[in-house]
């Protein structure tokens, strides 16, 4: 992946492109799901569509007068920052609450990325288009912030720059919840393992305590390294890396704290509980927060988890 701030003025417009066009599709399949059950909110996206699709139009009328016919294939994933995104037919069946956050994710993005790209320019022409179009995709994160009041019931009523809030959710809270899942599913078999073996409460805390921190430091690395923050505004790397390894050594610990108790039977018996109820937890996290249905986070994450347990038991008992 290539940082933002490594990409030419060139590569900004074709990147830009690529985006418009997919914002232009994204529209279009919300448009034909919602057109039977929400009329009016399909309007609403097609005409967002028809705007994203001017934006692609205007970004490639100034590039054939810069750089030619040749447009270079750059995509999302080519830059570190992006959120990842699931395409609709992955997130159906598609409600207005869902319909809503992933159009106000979309033009906060956007407008973040029209920012930047504007400011990073020295070309006068591409500057002002740029920021002509950071300015209309700020309309359009409001024309999708008013979807809530107008189509959804008014308990649902938001603040002016909640999408901008929930950007920072994904991009900075999601990070520590992955850690968290990681450190509680990935210590499970070296921990029960030294206890089977060993019997003992002390060592066993002791091989428990080594594996949560050595995974904390892993991710810390991990998510520090994975995107400078330069474009999404996730801020510093470094802060985010120390996020994700305190969770990930925290998940760690939940079921390695037990083992302090001198009784080994009643340390393992306490452990084992804990773990099933962070399993739990875990399978709800990813409901709530990753959008997976509950019966799937329950059968991914009790599947894998007791999997791992038994990897640990099964070396253990050996």
Not at 42 to 66: C, G, I, P, T, W
Not at 215 to 241: C, H, K, Y
Request: glycine share 8%; charged share 20%; with cysteine.
């Amino acid at each position: 992946m290539k940082n933002f701030s490594e990409l030419t003025e060139q590569e900004l417009l074709a990147l830009a492109i690529a985006l418009e066009e997919e914002d232009s599709r994204t529209y279009s399949d919300l448009a034909t799901t919602m057109r039977e059950t929400y009329p009016g909110t399909a309007r609403m996206f097609a005409a967002m569509a028809d705007e994203e699709n001017s934006h692609r139009h205007r970004l490639l009328d100034l590039y054939r007068e810069k750089f030619g016919d040749h447009i270079p294939l750059i995509r999302r994933q080519d830059v570190k920052g992006f959120l990842a995104r699931k395409s609709m037919w992955l997130l159906r069946p598609l409600g207005l609450d869902k319909v809503r956050a992933q159009a106000e994710l979309m033009e906060a993005e956007s407008k973040r990325f029209y920012q930047r790209a504007a400011r990073h320019s020295t070309d006068a022409a591409i500057r002002q288009l740029l920021g002509d179009l950071a300015a209309e995709e700020h309309r359009h994160e409001a024309r999708a912030e008013q979807l809530g009041s107008q189509y959804v019931p008014a308990e649902i009523e938001k603040e002016e720059g909640q999408a901008e809030r929930r950007l920072f959710l994904l991009q900075i809270v999601q990070p520590g919840l992955a850690g968290l899942m990681d450190g509680s599913v990935s210590t499970l078999a070296p921990l029960f393992a030294a206890a089977l073996a060993t019997q003992r409460s002390w060592p066993t805390f002791l091989v428990g305590l080594a594996a949560a921190i050595g995974a904390g430091i892993s991710m810390a690395f991990a998510e520090a390294l994975s995107d400078n923050g330069s474009l999404t505004g996730r801020g510093s790397p470094w802060l985010r890396g120390l996020v994700c390894g305190a969770m990930t050594a925290l998940g760690g610990l939940g079921h390695t704290l037990p083992f302090l108790v001198p009784s080994f039977a009643v340390a393992i018996t306490i452990a084992s509980a804990v773990v099933i109820v962070e399993l739990a937890v875990i399978a709800w996290i990813r409901k709530h927060y990753m959008e997976t249905p509950l019966l799937s986070a329950a059968v991914q994450v009790m599947g894998g988890g007791l999997l791992v347990f038994a990897a640990g038991v099964a070396i253990g008992s050996g």
